[in-house]
């Protein structure tokens, strides 16, 4: 893809500025998804350790041996 200079020459500065714009605005959203980012993370990481408590609760009872004793 060829992009028109009108006959000038590109410098660093245009490059700089022509960057900054665009990382400028992908930062800017960034930042202000990171907290709602957060939030799902934490949330995630809470329903993944509840869910290993809960299927580790239910294989220990299948597996657990029921022992009954009776007085004679």
Known sequence: MSVGTNGTRITRDDLEAAFSRVLGD???S????????????????VGAVALAY?????RGRRRSTILELRRL
């Open 54 to 58: 809960m299927l580790g609760r239910r």
């Open 30 to 45: 960034a930042r202000s998804a990171a907290p709602a980012i957060a939030l799902v993370a934490g949330v995630a990481a």
């Open 26 to 28: 992908g930062e800017a």
